[in-house]
C-alpha cells in the first residue's frame, strides 16, 4: 500500500471549505474521506449542476515523483474504462495553486465493508449477484490489460438503485497494475514493496511476483468468503503476518449453510497456484451464472403470472372479462363465473377452462355459477361479458311466450 506520511500533519489540501469554488467548476460541499494519496470532497460540478467527487493529491506527495507518476497512472487507467460496473472519470488536472485532481461520478449508496458492518452476513443469492458484477467490470479491466491489485470490499460500492436490481461499482484503481499495452513497462513501484491490502492478496501477490488476472480472481474469492462468513479470511495483529497466512496456511472452510456449489467456487478461486485456479473472470462469471441461474428460474416461476398474460394479445376471455368489471362497477348483480382460457406457458399446475363453441356468440354463453378453485386466478382487468341476470325483462319476455306457444301446439 501506498504509505501515507505525516499524516497528522496539517495539509493544504484539507483546507478547503463549504463553497469554495475549485479550478473555477466545482463547489465544495464537504469533506468525506482522507487517504494515503489524498483528501475526497462532495462537490458539485456547475457546468451539468450534478455532485460529483473531488479528490485532491496530498501537497506533501506532489513533490514525490513516485506518487505523482501513480496519480497520473490512476487518471490514465480510469480514463480507458468504461464498463457500467467501474466508476466513471469526469475530470482530471493541475490547478494554478499547483494541486492535482481528479472528479469522478458521484455514486449515491454504500461501500460493501459498511453493508457487511450494517448486516455482518450477506445472502448467498446477494453475495453471488456482487461478485457477478464485479467480474463484468474486471473483464474489461483484464481485456485492456489492467490488474485492480486491491480489490477489497472497500472498494466495492452498493449502488442505491431505485429499481428491483442490485447494482455494483468498482472503484479505487490507484494501485491498478498495467500488465499489456504501451504503459505495461513502466514500474513505479519502490523495489521491495508490496502493494495491496493484505487481507485480501493472493500469495503471489505477497510474494511480489508477476502477477495477471488471476490475482484479481484470487482477491474476488476473498471478498466473496467475507460477504458470507462476515470477515476476511485471514487476521492478524501485522500485515506480514496476514500476507504470510494467504502463503502458507490451507484457506479456512465455509460454513456449511452456503450452497454447495458456491463452496466449490469460491474455494476454485482461493487455491495457493494460480493455474489451479478458474483460468479469467469471464470462467468464474460463467460459473456464477450457472449457480444463479436455477435459483432466478425457479424464482420466475412463482412471480406473478399476470405479468406473462400481459404480453399476450387479448383474448375472449379479457373481452368477456372487461364486462364483469363494469356490471362490478355499477353495482349490479351477476351469475356469470367466468375463468381466463389459458395462455401458452409451461406451468405444473393444469387450468380448467370452458371454450365457447364457434357457432355461439359471447352473450349466448351461460356458464353456472360455481367457487373459485385454487388453480383458477381471479381477473384483475376490466371485464366485459353481460350476465344473464343483467337481461331486460322486455328481451325476455317475447321469448317465454314462444316457449309457451309452442307447448300449446304440440298439446292442442
Not at 482461493?270 to 449457480?291: C, G, I, P, Q, W
Not at 364483469?324 to 351477476?334: W, Y
Not at 377452462?353 to 355459477?369: E, K
Request: with cysteine.
Amino acid at each position: 500500500m501506498v504509505a501515507a506520511k505525516h499524516l497528522e500533519e496539517h495539509d493544504p489540501a484539507s483546507d478547503f471549505k463549504t463553497g469554495h469554488v475549485f479550478g473555477d467548476r466545482f463547489r465544495v460541499e464537504r469533506l468525506i474521506a482522507a487517504g494515503g494519496m489524498g483528501f475526497v470532497y462532495m462537490a458539485t460540478d456547475l457546468e451539468q449542476q450534478q455532485p460529483v467527487a473531488l479528490k485532491i493529491m496530498r501537497t506533501s506527495l506532489q513533490r514525490d515523483p513516485v506518487a505523482i507518476e501513480r496519480f497520473r497512472r490512476e487518471v490514465r487507467t480510469i480514463r480507458r474504462l468504461m464498463h457500467p460496473n467501474t466508476i466513471e472519470l469526469i475530470d482530471y488536472g493541475v490547478t494554478e495553486e499547483g494541486f492535482m485532481f481528479l472528479v469522478m461520478e458521484w455514486l449515491h449508496g454504500k461501500d460493501l465493508r459498511e453493508i457487511m458492518r450494517i448486516k455482518r452476513r450477506l445472502s448467498a443469492i446477494t453475495a453471488t449477484r456482487v461478485a457477478l458484477q464485479v467480474c463484468w467490470s474486471l473483464s474489461e479491466a483484464h481485456m485492456k490489460g489492467i490488474i485492480h491489485r486491491d480489490l477489497k470490499p472497500e472498494n466495492i460500492f452498493i449502488m442505491h438503485n431505485p429499481g428491483p436490481h442490485l447494482r455494483i461499482k468498482v472503484v479505487d484503481f490507484g494501485l491498478a497494475k498495467v500488465v499489456s499495452g504501451p504503459e505495461s513497462g513502466e514500474q513505479i513501484t519502490r523495489g521491495g514493496v508490496v502493494c495491496g491490502t493484505p487481507e485480501y492478496m493472493s500469495p503471489e501477490q505477497a510474494k511480489g511476483e508477476k502477477l495477471d488476472g488471476r490475482s484479481d480472481v484470487y482477491a474476488l474469492g476473498c471478498v466473496m468468503y467475507a460477504m458470507l462468513e462476515g470477515d476476511a479470511p485471514f487476521r492478524g495483529k501485522k500485515a506480514l503476518d496476514v500476507a504470510m497466512m494467504h502463503i502458507n496456511n490451507p484457506f479456512p472452510a465455509l460454513s456449511e449453510k452456503v450452497p454447495a456449489q458456491l463452496r466449490g467456487i469460491i474455494m476454485k478461486c482461493v487455491e495457493k497456484k494460480a493455474s489451479a485456479r478458474y483460468h479469467d473472470v469471464n470462467e468464474l462469471a460463467a460459473a456464477l451464472e450457472a449457480f444463479l441461474d436455477p435459483i432466478e428460474c425457479c424464482k420466475r416461476e412463482k412471480t406473478d403470472v399476470w405479468s406473462v398474460r400481459r404480453s399476450t394479445p387479448p383474448s375472449a376471455a379479457d373481452v368477456r372479462a372487461n364486462a364483469i368489471a363494469q356490471a362490478v362497477s355499477e353495482r349490479q348483480p351477476t351469475n356469470v363465473s367466468v375463468r381466463p382460457e389459458p395462455v401458452s406457458r409451461v406451468s405444473s399446475e393444469p387450468h380448467i377452462t370452458r371454450r365457447p363453441r364457434s357457432s355461439q356468440s359471447v352473450q349466448a354463453i351461460h356458464v353456472p355459477h360455481k367457487p373459485l378453485k385454487s388453480q383458477s386466478i381471479r381477473l384483475k382487468t376490466t371485464p366485459t361479458l353481460v350476465s344473464h341476470a343483467k337481461m331486460s325483462k322486455a328481451d325476455a319476455s317475447p321469448k317465454k311466450e314462444s316457449f309457451l306457444k309452442r307447448c300449446l301446439d304440440r298439446i292442442l
